[in-house]
């Protein structure tokens, strides 16, 4: 197992920075269980004045990124757009380990697409994963505005396939970043092909990984559920990767490979 201090200085004051955070949050939540625990299923819930107060005291959202993302909370399936403070929170670890190249699996409308676009070099790209090309024509034409529309791969077909491509041509270990939000079933399968994929000291983020609370007693009849805890189990026992599990969002983990 190689250790900690292997991994590029960025990543590790990144690691610690968020380690302590997701620990004062605890401590936080024991002593003021109503700042951390807002609904029945431990997260704050969407409508809580403490999330508006979270995004605006710490949302710094470009103009298109707010126009996609409005724009997407009018579709009738706006509700899977990732967070908007999850995404940015994605677009600031992407800079903060000077990425490149990024892998998206799950793009919706783009708007996470976009939001690390907006971060990356001129040179940068994101291959960005779906097999539903209607949604990605919402986000596209703000790629166009935004300028970075040149930085989105965006790629419409299986995301086993896209992977198993980019592993076949000789990309393994040559991308930095990973984000993982698509079918909940393929989640073991995309996390072992992206960590083939990714650098040393590179990032896989995996969303939804409380999938609304459902993995703490996940169904038989909930293949979904039952996928996201064999892989959360899977992750705390992991000695490729650092791990932190943080209550972002519907829950994502940030895995750093060692």
């Not at 991994?7 to 004051?13: F, G, N, S």
């Not at 302590?20 to 409508?47: E, H």
């Not at 909370?73 to 899977?80: L, Q």
């Not at 799950?106 to 291959?127: E, H």
């Amino acid at each position: 197992e190689m250790p900690l201090l292997s991994v590029p200085k960025e990543v590790a004051v990144g690691t610690a920075m968020l380690g302590v955070a997701f620990a004062t949050g605890m401590l936080a939540g024991k002593r003021y269980p109503s700042l951390v625990f807002g609904t029945p299923s431990g997260m704050i819930g969407k409508n809580s004045p403490l999330r508006q107060y979270i995004l605006d005291h710490s949302l710094r959202e470009h103009p298109i990124l707010k126009k996609l993302r409005l724009l997407t909370a009018e579709h009738p399936w706006g509700r899977m757009m990732v967070s908007c403070e999850q995404a940015q929170l994605m677009a600031n670890l992407v800079k903060l380990i000077k990425a490149k190249k990024v892998i998206e699996i799950g793009v919706f409308t783009g708007y996470n697409a976009l939001n690390m676009a907006l971060v990356l070099p001129d040179n940068g790209q994101v291959i960005a994963c779906d097999i539903n090309e209607d949604y990605a024509k919402i986000g596209r034409p703000l790629w166009k505005e935004a300028g970075v529309e040149h930085k989105i791969d965006l790629r419409i077909k299986p995301a086993i396939q896209t992977l198993d491509e980019l592993l076949a041509g000789g990309e393994a270990e040559t991308f930095d970043f990973a984000f993982i939000d698509a079918d909940k079933e393929s989640y073991n399968e995309y996390y072992e092909k992206c960590l083939r994929l990714i650098k040393k000291g590179g990032i896989i983020a995996i969303d939804n990984v409380f999938w609304n609370g459902k993995v703490l007693k996940p169904r038989k009849d909930d293949p979904a559920a039952q996928s996201i805890h064999r892989l959360n189990e899977k992750l705390l026992r992991d000695a490729r990767v650092n791990i932190s599990m943080l209550p972002v969002g519907d829950g994502v983990t940030l895995a750093f490979k060692l």
